[in-house]
């Protein structure tokens, strides 16, 4: 659902993530998961622990949003990050979203989700993510946005933004 043309703002592209690109995936997925380096056991404990979430993220996506399309962000074809979204029949549901550590703080996630946002407006459809608690910056760049937050957790929450707020 995203243009094909790939280009976004900040001389960003985004291109369907390939079989190729799984061993960025999965070290980006290990960067973008500080919370799982603190856990207190053997480093290779919690290099398993790292790989079963990844795989966990992998499966869930799968199996909740079948369809859901996974991309890989980049600039000047470097790979930087990954966005997976699903275009369901109610919403667009922004599952992953994640940039290296180098990347991060540059507006290219908010590059990235004005460009949902576009796409979601072209089929009159409201966005929606869950934001852990743990990530405050992240909720700050949704509400920025026009996000608003409809569900409320002690771990998470949803957010959501409807093409009629923009």
């Given at each position: ?66 369809n859901a399309m996974h991309y890989l962000i980049e600039k000047t074809a ?89």
């Open positions: 659902m995203l243009d094909s043309a790939n280009a976004l703002a900040d001389g960003l592209t985004i291109r369907p993530a390939r079989h190729s690109d799984e061993p960025f995936l999965a070290t980006l997925y290990q960067s973008a998961r500080p919370d799982l380096q603190l856990i207190d056991a053997d480093p290779e404990l919690v290099e398993s622990v790292i790989a079963q979430q990844y795989q966990a993220l992998q499966t869930g996506a799968g199996t909740a949003y079948p470097t790979a930087i990050g990954a966005l997976v979204v699903d275009f369901g029949p109610n919403e667009v549901r922004v599952i992953y979203l994640a940039f290296i550590p180098s990347a991060r703080g540059l507006g290219f996630g908010r590059t990235v989700l004005q460009g949902v946002q576009q796409a979601a407006r072209q089929v009159r459809s409201p966005v929606a993510a869950v934001v852990w608690r743990s990530n405050p910056r992240a909720r700050q760049h949704y509400l920025a946005l026009g996000f608003q937050v409809e569900e409320a957790s002690d771990t998470a929450e949803r957010l959501v933004w409807y093409p009629t707020a923009a």
